[in-house]
């Protein structure tokens, strides 16, 4: 990846409904050069998807909670179980004190609870540690210029 992947995916980040013609001056290329560039990094799976940003708190994921999971296995075979309820929107097994980190958005601190039933209820959890958000100051897409020059 070369300097101009690297403001392609800044510009895709910020607006990726915007035209080849458009992101395409904004780094120096042609159309049809950018639209190969974007081909090629979607072929090597640097672009994974592209979707739709959507309000939590719009759609009724007014609360949030990053729990952490217990175990007394081996948690790095349940990505099903974890994946198996909608409320978890991302799942990562971690080095520490716990096994798994879930972050969870429901709508009511009730919700939360019974996610958390239901997190307890899968094969070698052996408790869970929830924190919930009260605000969040920001988010930030994954930077293309983590790694630095190609």
Not at 125 to 148: C, D, K, N, Y
């Amino acid at each position: 990846m070369d300097h101009i992947d690297r403001s392609l995916l800044s510009q895709l980040q910020l607006d990726a409904t915007q035209s080849y013609a458009a992101l395409g001056q904004t780094v120096g290329l042609s159309a049809g050069a950018t639209h190969e560039r974007v081909r090629k990094l979607r072929e090597r799976g640097i672009i994974r998807r592209t979707a739709v940003e959507v309000d939590p708190a719009a759609v009724g994921g007014n609360v949030l909670a990053y729990v952490m999971v217990d175990s007394t296995l081996w948690m790095g075979d349940s990505a099903d179980s974890f994946a198996a309820l909608p409320e978890i929107v991302e799942a990562h097994v971690i080095a520490g004190s716990a096994a798994v980190l879930v972050k969870v958005r429901t709508a009511t601190t009730e919700q939360l609870q019974d996610v958390l039933r239901r997190i307890y209820a899968i094969e070698g959890v052996s408790g869970t540690q929830a924190t919930v958000v009260l605000e969040t100051f920001f988010e930030r897409p994954v930077s293309p210029r983590i790694a630095g020059p190609a």
